[in-house]
């Protein structure tokens, strides 16, 4: 992490949650909790509160989420071996996947990033691991374990019940017994899994913003009805570049013409994700009769299928959408590898730990880029306070950028600013920022001509309070640019009505240019001078 010195890694999401993991810190008794995120602030909270005690990166959740996160992550490499050695009987084989996983690009980087995913994907893969040994011959016992570990990840994250719970119960379907045994598995797991989250729920009481039922955490709607929702033919490349850096590489992008400069590393990483999958379904087809294979196969296929039919829903080239769902690579890495090793064994061993070594430095030297960013911000943060007061100025910005959330988080950021903002000055609030993915994300039923006029009202007003506005290098976009910019949140029509609202009702002058923030411009009514 020091190597690194960049807590935020290949996403500014985890910035975003270290804020608001902040009052789980200082005060947990009137912390408001967070349905979608129902036990990860707490736990991070009192995890980050024993930092604080020892010293470690003490009052700075945004770097103490990574250390949460490389704990995690260790714990889960540890599940893998488990799991591996017990499918394989073979330590070498599961030595060989430890490495492949951790060697796997999204891994890697959420392992030392704080993003919020890691937790709640390490605590996942032990109930899929869990399962796939213990419904080969399912007990009451082992049946009600597996349903509480489960539904503590999703109570960490609430996404990862969806493409998993499925999978959970097609396994204990096609396990041992007559079909009357076999349904009575399914309706205690899912008796389980209720009753567990209920009883979570009621142990919270008064805790501020709990839920009044437990149909609210089944369900809390997270991201329905935002712009990342919806299937569209540009998500079907996001899906594929998701799915291939999940393996090599690790980017995460928002922009569909970045796909186009990654082919030969897309390429590469999808033929060996084909390469595995096909030898993996051969062995398991090979073993179709047992009973152990067939819950392997389901508990990480379905799985699989599920997760990427949802993300292409939703965010399909995100890393924290693909890390659960991808989940199944490692295994099919372990199944070939145990199947080689058995022929050739000393070959094998060499083989995949060659690979693995070189997919692991192949990954971190595509980290190499993003090193010292912490450090380059935080001066370039203060470069712009110099240039443009933020006590009297509003950026207008993209809002994917790394911009915003250094300001968000530096600058003590609040979302419902705007709501209140009063003239200029105002020094007690310092991030005001507009940006261009506002509307689009969270109103998204709004028309293309609705959503600029939004815009554009809103840029107006800050203008009549008397700031300043201040935009990115977004000004000098291009339509085509501005159009790949959105295209996981908006359609083009949209893209355009925003591009052609900005250049039609203002004008943008070069202000400033920052070494890492890059270009500036100060915005006015394109009528100012008439």
């Known amino acids: 992490m020091s190597w690194l010195d960049n807590a935020e890694g290949i996403t500014g999401n985890g910035i975003f949650k270290a804020s608001q993991a902040k009052p789980w810190i200082s005060n947990p008794s ?13 736990f991070v909270g009192v995890f980050c509160r024993l930092l604080d005690l020892i010293g470690v990166f003490a009052a700075d959740p945004r770097r103490q989420l990574s250390v949460v996160n490389a704990f995690s992550a260790a714990l889960c490499l540890c599940i893998v071996y488990m799991l591996v050695r017990e499918i394989t009987q073979s330590r070498l084989v599961a030595w060989l996947a430890v490495l492949f996983h951790l060697a796997s690009a999204f891994f890697l980087n959420l392992a030392i990033s704080n993003e919020d995913i890691m937790p709640s994907y390490t605590l996942l893969f032990a109930s899929m691991a869990l399962a796939s040994v213990w419904f080969v011959r399912p007990t009451r016992t082992r049946v009600c374990l597996v349903a509480i570990l489960f539904t503590v990840a999703w109570m960490f994250e609430w996404r990862l019940m969806f493409p998993t719970l499925p999978a ?61 929702s919806g ?109 080689a090793v058995r022929r050739h064994p000393a070959i094998t061993f060499t083989t995949g730990a060659t690979f693995g070594l070189l997919l692991l430095s192949y990954n971190i030297w595509m980290m190499v880029p993003l090193r010292g960013v912490d450090t380059a911000w935080r001066l370039a943060l203060d470069r712009l306070e110099r240039e443009a007061d933020p006590a009297r100025t509003v950026f207008l910005l993209h809002g994917f950028e790394a911009t915003i959330s250094k300001m968000f988080y530096h600058w ?16 007690q609030t310092k991030f005001k920022v507009l940006a261009l993915v506002s509307g689009p994300v969270n109103k998204s039923s709004l028309t293309p001509q609705e959503l600029a006029d939004d815009l554009q009202r809103q840029i107006e007003k800050v203008m009549d309070l008397g700031y300043d506005v201040v935009a990115s290098d977004i000004w000098g976009w291009d339509l085509s640019r501005m159009e790949s910019s959105l295209s996981t949140v908006a359609n083009k029509e949209k893209a355009e009505a925003i591009y052609r609202m900005l250049h039609s ?22 009528n100012q001078g008439k």
């Open 30 to 42: 009137t912390a408001p909790l967070d349905p979608s995120n129902y036990l990860y602030f707490p």
């Open 168 to 228: 959970m119960l097609i396994a204990l379907a096609l396990g041992p017994g007559h079909a009357l045994q076999r349904l009575g598995r399914i309706a205690l797991f899912l008796v389980t899994m209720v009753a567990f989250t209920w009883i979570v729920m009621s142990l919270w009481g008064p805790q501020p913003n709990n839920v009044p039922s437990v149909i609210d955490l089944l369900w809390t709607g997270k991201g329905i009805n935002s712009g990342w």
């Open 231 to 339: 299937f569209n033919l540009h998500k079907v490349g996001f899906l594929w570049f998701g799915m291939s850096e999940y393996l090599a590489g690790g980017s995460n992008i928002s922009d569909f013409d970045i796909i186009y400069r990654m082919l030969r590393e897309l390429i590469a990483a999808s033929a060996i994700i084909l390469i595995l999958a096909a030898g993996a379904l051969a062995i398991l087809w090979h073993h179709r009769e047992a009973i152990d294979a067939r819950i392997l196969a389901v508990v990480f296929g379905i799985t699989f299928g599920a997760g990427e039919v949802l993300n292409l829903y939703s965010q399909p080239q995100d890393p924290q959408m693909q890390i659960n769902v991808m989940s199944w690579l490692t295994i099919a890495w372990a199944l070939v590898v145990a199947f």
């Open 412 to 427: 003590n950021g609040r979302w419902d600013y705007f709501a209140t903002l009063g003239p200029s000055p105002t020094p």
């Open 505 to 526: 009702k203002f004008t943008g002058s070069p202000a400033f240019s920052d070494p890492v923030a890059g270009p500036f411009f100060k915005i006015q009514r394109a």
